[in-house]
């Protein structure tokens, strides 16, 4: 039998106990919660990701103050925005939003970012200590990932896992997760030769390529923990790196959608809620 997860529901359960524990310390110390989204530009898919956290965020009680640059804001400009975010101590968590436009890149963005209000752990400090076995604050998709695994108690500790994709926001992060949990892990990209070889081995296999339909059922070891990031649109319809056929062969299958795509939400929330209880010095 094949479990599918229900990212939706456990999305909802950690919206709700979110709530409780952020309503709890914002009584007890009469701050509110309150994190900010820079959006540069005006890129639809980050415009609808903006409107969808705000939604989770607001859901969980917690502020959400949206900062939009124009699109021809400078480096320097969108350094300072976000600098001055990050001075700001009514401010507990700050997202870039993605895809940010060219003369924006990323990494020139992080620079300016406080580390303690790096809501999605791409900051290099958060990024270095999750390479350090250490992890403090993970990017919300692959540690949605972990908690899909943990939740369902999937062996991780010697298992052999699989990890297609080595972006610094996904796939890497998700191996060096799996790594600090004592998983064998290999991590597989574009130039990566004979790719269904090294998948049918993995007990845990992690597919953030982005190509749809890429894992098909013959890629997959029998009774495998698969968890499928991908989000492909495909003539209007959403689907995942993995065939849905291969859930026949899996122990454990993330759909698409409905599947890794909330668990981001939900570990944003709890990024969140690190963040702010860290600031206002309460323990977790
Ligand atoms: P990316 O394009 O930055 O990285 C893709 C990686 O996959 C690269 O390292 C590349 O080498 C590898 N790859 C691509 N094609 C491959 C192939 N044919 N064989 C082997 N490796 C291959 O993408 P990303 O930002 O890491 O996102 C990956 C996917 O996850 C996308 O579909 C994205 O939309 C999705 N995503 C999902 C969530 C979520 O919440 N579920 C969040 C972020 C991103």
């Known amino acids: 039998m094949t479990t599918i997860v229900d990212g939706n529901a456990i999305l ?3 919206q709700e106990s979110s709530r409780d524990t952020f ?18 530009g005006d890129d639809p898919g980050a415009s609808l990701y903006t409107r969808h956290l705000k939604r989770n965020f607001e859901t969980a009680g917690v502020a959400v103050d949206v900062h939009k640059l124009p699109v021809d804001a400078t480096l320097p ?3 300072e925005a976000i600098g001055r975010l990050s001075a700001d101590p009514a401010i507990h968590g700050i997202q870039i939003q993605t895809p940010t436009p060219e003369h924006l890149p990323l990494r020139e963005l992080v620079g300016a970012l406080d580390p303690e209000k790096d809501l999605d752990g791409i900051h290099p400090l958060n990024a ?4 350090q076995g250490t992890p ?5 998709t692959p540690l949605g990932g972990l908690e899909i695994l943990l939740r369902h108690k999937v062996p991780i500790e010697g298992a052999r896992a699989v990890v297609i994709g080595r972006s610094a926001i996904v796939g890497r992060p998700m191996a060096l997760l ?7 892990v290999t991590i597989c990209h574009t130039r990566t030769r004979d790719l269904p070889h090294i998948t049918r081995e993995a007990e845990i296999l992690a597919c953030a390529a982005g190509r749809a339909g890429l894992v098909g059922l013959e890629m997959v070891r029998p009774g495998a923990a698969v968890i499928d990031f991908g989000l492909n649109v495909v003539d209007g319809t959403v689907l995942g790196d993995v065939a849905p056929e291969a859930a026949e062969r899996a122990g454990l299958f993330t759909p698409v959608p409905g599947g890794t795509g ?11 809620l690190v963040l702010y209880q860290r600031a206002l010095g309460v323990e977790p």
């Open 178 to 184: 799996l790594l600090a949990r004592h998983a064998t």
């Open 136 to 140: 403090s604050i993970v990017p919300a």
């Open 128 to 131: 270095g200590l999750l390479a």
């Open 262 to 272: 909330p668990v981001t939400s939900a570990m944003l929330l709890k990024n969140a």
């Open 77 to 79: 400009e969108a350094q």
């Open 12 to 14: 909802r359960e950690i």
């Open 23 to 40: 309503a709890k310390v914002a009584a007890d110390r009469g701050i509110p919660p309150r994190v900010a989204v820079i959006q540069a």
